[in-house]
Structures are given as structure tokens and as C-alpha cells.
């Protein structure tokens, strides 16, 4: 019994072993990654544009072709209602250095397919944060109005009526 025991010990000694082993490969692998897109987000920021006021029909190819005269476009993406599948009216433009994103900035205002185009960098975002710089989800602990009966169908103890 104490051999088999050992035994069995032994192997579960063996399993913790490459478990703990492969775990920490794949943190250290996590960590990597993490540091790489953390570098990689705001440095692709830099590089990109917004182009506010695109028409609708607009092809990502159209707007590659037409910021070219800036640099070498490495993307270009129109940006989509999930429902419906209509363009949303605006894109972001990356392109392959920060010179060329500055030179496209100087096209504010020009004009692509009869609509003048709303040119700015990109922005970075913070996670948590809306346009204002206030935090979301803010909390309201003590309301001033609080209505107690909405209405006779949604409350039925609000309204009595003995006909």
C-alpha cells in the first residue's frame, strides 16, 4: 500500500510541476503581449487620422487613393452601423509614419466627392472616460424627484377606481 502510494504521490508531484511550468510560460507570454499592446496603441494613434463628413457610398479604397498624395496609407476603415450596415459618416486613416498623418491634418476642409472633409488626429482613448473627460457611470446617490406612482396602469395600488 505505501508503494503505490508513494507512487501516485509522486506522479501528482509531477503533474503540479508541469502545470505550475506551463503556467508560467503562458504569463510570461501574457505579459509580453500586454507590454507590446500597450506600446502599439498609442504609437499607431500618433500615426493615424479621423476624416470626419465621408459620404456614405465611399469605398476604403477611394479614401486610400485620395490620401496617398500624404504618404503610404497602411489602413484605411469606415466606420459601420452594426444593424443596419450603413456607413456612419466618418473613417480613420493609418498610415505608415507621423509625418504623413501631420500632412494629412493640412487637408482639413478639402474637398471629396462634393463634401468638405473634417480632418484631426487621432485621439487616444481612456478607458472609463466619455468626450467630456468626466467618468462614466456615474452614480447619483440622492435624487431631488422621485415620482411614487407613475401611472394608474403601472402601479394599481396608485389609483383606485370603485366603478
Known amino acids: 500500500k505505501s508503494r503505490s502510494g508513494r507512487k501516485k504521490l509522486k506522479e501528482a508531484e509531477d503533474e503540479i510541476s508541469k502545470i505550475e511550468a506551463m503556467s508560467t510560460v503562458y504569463e510570461a ?12 496603441g498609442p504609437e499607431v494613434d500618433k500615426r493615424s487620422v479621423y476624416v470626419g463628413n465621408v459620404e456614405y457610398e465611399t469605398k476604403p479604397d477611394e479614401l486610400k487613393e485620395f490620401f496617398t498624395l500624404c504618404g503610404a496609407v497602411n489602413r484605411v476603415t469606415i466606420m459601420v452601423n452594426k444593424r ?80
Open 29 to 40: 507570454a501574457g505579459e509580453s503581449s500586454n507590454k507590446a499592446a500597450a506600446a502599439f
Open 84 to 163: 443596419t450596415g450603413r456607413a456612419m459618416g466618418y473613417a480613420y486613416v493609418e498610415f505608415h509614419t507621423e509625418e504623413a498623418a501631420k500632412t494629412a491634418v493640412l487637408l482639413n476642409s478639402q474637398e471629396f466627392k462634393g463634401r468638405n472633409l473634417k480632418i484631426k488626429s487621432k485621439r487616444t482613448n481612456i478607458k472609463g472616460f466619455s468626450s467630456r473627460g468626466r467618468p462614466r457611470y456615474r452614480r447619483r446617490r440622492f435624487s431631488r424627484y422621485r415620482p411614487r406612482y407613475r401611472s394608474s396602469y403601472g402601479n394599481r395600488r396608485a389609483v383606485y377606481n370603485p366603478y
